[in-house]
């Protein structure tokens, strides 16, 4: 007689931690990914070696500026999404990628997330400036799922301009932490990956997003998606539009 496998379960619904400012609503369940049965070393190679990396390079003050980390967009068909001054036509999800998914999915109280953002840093000089993810395609009610695999960084958050005056937090990421930034989160506040310089191991995080519905539409594929999508590392747009802090100003020597 044959063993059969057990079932995999999703894990027992294990509270959060809840960090709460005037605005900001924030849920971090520490070793989401391992309590969910991911080997996350193996779940990071799989991401990395399947998914479809841009470097989109922002030009200003006539100079261009690679994007300071690797960047790729999954989604259902038509979820396109314009970020960083750049339109991104979606990628379909990866299967470790449709994995995940489906594990947040059935875990959390909703929502049903159609599209992702990943981002690669390859060391600690990779980073991500000050922004917020209020996007007019995003649907502001939906929560934003944020996963993270490989080296430890610093998710740092502080209230938007024109908001109430609070002292800015900062939470270290871990590998296999799952973050949930709630609304009304990206309305009121920021957040930006500062680098590091000592880090010197690749992070990988993955935000799973809602595109609205009305938002949604058919996309022909362009020559340049087929082009980005096939090259690893392709550069295939250029913007003007940075997040704060990601490209010198033409006033400074860093
Ligand atoms: O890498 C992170 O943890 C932050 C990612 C982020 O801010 C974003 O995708 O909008």
Redesign the pocket.
Known sequence: MTAEAAPVRPAPHRPPELIERPGLRLRLWRGWLQEHGHNTGALLDELISTSHWQQPILRLYGRHHPTPRLTSWMGDPGCSYRYSGIDHAPVPFSGAAERLRRDLNRSLDGPDFNSL?L?LYRRGHDR?GW?A?DEPELDPAASIA?L?LGASRD?RFRPRPGSPTQPPLCLR?EDGDLLLMDPPSQRCWQ?G?PSRTRVQQQRL?L?YRVIRAEAIRPQPTTAMQSISTRAPLGRAATSTQARAGEIPSPNTSA
């Open positions: 953002l981002n991500m922004h993810d944020s993270s998710l990421l957040h990956l995080n935000t």
